[in-house]
């Protein structure tokens, strides 16, 4: 299968719109999907990556990140937030061409790292960060949401 992988701006509003209406769908979010105000703020960002692997026109895929600028050291790291790769297309390389773009990012950025969360209980994502040579570190994450604020 061909796609190809680009890094989306401020002018790639409806292909980010279709990325992650994908996800909404995939994941069964039920929240309504962020406004094109929102999604044009994180798109203008110079820290804020949304990626999408595309199939002629078609979002398949993709992943969004944050840079996060470190206080112990001289250091950026890159956070990534999501990466999805739509059922119909998995198996196929796009995630793993997804997180290779990353660590691309990584480089091209001089960035010292990179972070995917995983919910523990997810295998088959615990084994594909697995298979694309990054390493699983045991960490808990405690969580509070403050509805009142979404």
Not at 40 to 46: G, H, I, N, T, V
Not at 61 to 79: P, Q, R
Not at 85 to 107: D, I, K, M, S
Not at 116 to 125: E, K, N, V, Y
Request: hydrophobic share 45%; charged share 25%; net charge negative.
């Amino acid at each position: 299968m061909t796609f190809s992988i680009r890094e989306l701006g401020p002018n790639d509003l409806s292909m980010a719109q279709q990325l992650f209406e994908m996800w909404r769908q995939e994941d069964n979010v039920t929240k309504p999907p962020p406004s094109s105000e929102t999604l044009l703020r994180l798109l203008s960002r110079p820290d804020f990556h949304a990626v999408a692997a595309l199939r002629e026109d078609e979002a398949i895929g993709g992943l969004t990140a944050y840079e996060l600028e470190m206080y112990t050291e001289a250091a950026t790291e890159l956070f990534i937030y999501e990466v999805g790769v739509a059922v119909a297309h998995r198996r196929q390389g796009v995630g793993r061409a997804l997180v290779e773009f990353a660590r691309n990012l990584c480089r091209s950025r001089s960035l010292s790292a990179l972070y995917i969360p995983a919910m523990a209980d997810d295998a088959r994502a615990v084994a594909f960060y697995q298979a694309t040579g990054l390493k699983r570190e045991d960490v808990a994450w405690f969580v509070q949401e403050f509805e009142d604020n979404l």
